[in-house]
């Protein structure tokens, strides 16, 4: 049922394409991963690990973010 399920909704993360681990100063690690709406990037989803790395927290990343 979730194989294609990009197809059921016009905005999903796309997790087969991201960035390389990237680790804080505060020893976050964080990836990045492309929003798509109706076939294009929309905007960019960070992915934080937590708690351990036991936990990943979903974010959208602000266009008027410096590095967007």
Known sequence: AWKNSSAMSDEYIEFNIRSQDITTKNKEVYTLFPLIRNHQVSGIIIAVLKNEDTYVEY???????ENY
């Open 59 to 65: 974010l959208k990343m602000s266009p008027e973010a």
